[in-house]
């Protein structure tokens, strides 16, 4: 379960370019409730994710992760809670290192350094067959580098990543939108498929109005800092790409000038 109340964020206060990012941002969303977020640049949905993640702290507001209060604590400590996957298929991953190095580490996100190896044989089949189930035949290349993989390929094993340290809520950056259509399809699908089985709590940003009303139980829109639209079960079922587009349009006073982006 995530809890906002309140939230405010605001960037560079008391200089000439201050900023504020939220505006008095209140949400609860369920263990398990996949919700999408979309808004147009700069209405604020990066910053609700780095609240939520600890890279950003807010100057109100408190944030409840499960049965804990984060609100003042960073990325670290709360490493264990959140994972998170990002739009760029090189931020989350380290390229250097094996897809099964990056897997073992990926496994102890959140865990104290001890002595004991990352790489034990139990755990060498698990990450295989983990990996398998992406039917992307990279079981069979465990031992080579990341950075050799497509961008879509690390995206998927990101997403396996974020699920070995056993974090219950899982962010979602605009994973796809790096992507070409059918690999954003796939890892799509299994993200759904991801996020079903292990009942993730989960919170998509994503510029596809498609993708918002296609995957997930609510949509939530930002403008300004502040949460404009939210909607889920029967409400939600009968809302179209259109409508979506329409509120955008209604809302920044102008037309769009390219809605194919946004259907994508
Ligand atoms: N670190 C920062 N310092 C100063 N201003 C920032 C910072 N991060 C974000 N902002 C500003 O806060 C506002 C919200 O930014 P945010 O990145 O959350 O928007 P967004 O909805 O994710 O936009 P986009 O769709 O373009 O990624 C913007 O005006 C942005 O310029």
Do not use: W
């Amino acid at each position: 379960m995530i809890s906002v109340k309140n939230i405010k964020v605001v960037f560079g206060k008391g200089t000439p370019l201050q900023k504020q990012a939220l505006n008095g941002v209140s949400l609860t969303i369920e263990q398990g409730s996949f919700v999408t977020v979309i808004g147009s640049n700069g209405a604020g949905k990066s910053t609700l994710l780095g609240v939520l993640a600890g890279d950003v702290l807010p100057s109100e507001g408190e944030v409840t992760i499960g049965h804990t209060d984060v609100t003042r604590k960073g990325t670290a400590a709360r490493a264990g809670l959140v994972a998170r996957v990002f739009q760029d298929p090189l931020a989350g991953s380290c390229g250097t290192l094996s897809i099964e190095e990056n897997l073992a580490l990926a496994a102890r996100r959140g865990e104290s350094r001890g002595l004991t190896p990352a790489l034990g044989a139990k755990r060498r089949e698990h990450f295989r067959e983990r990996i398998a189930e992406l039917n992307l035949g990279l079981e069979d290349r465990l031992g080579d580098r990341m950075d050799l993989l497509s961008g879509g390929q690390r995206q998927a094993v990101s997403l396996v990543m974020a699920t070995l340290a056993g974090s219950e809520v899982l962010l979602l950056d605009e994973h796809t939108a790096a992507l070409d259509p059918g690999m954003a399809e796939f890892v799509m699908n299994l993200t759904q498929k991801i996020v079903t089985e292990r009942k993730l709590t989960t919170m998509m940003v994503t510029h596809s109005m498609r993708q918002a009303l296609d995957y997930g139980h609510r949509t939530i829109m930002l403008h300004g800092g502040e949460i404009v639209l939210d909607v889920a079960g029967d409400s939600r079922k009968t809302l179209q790409v259109e409508d979506l587009i329409a509120m955008f349009r209604r809302i920044r006073g102008q037309t769009l000038d390219d809605d194919a982006l946004l259907i994508g």
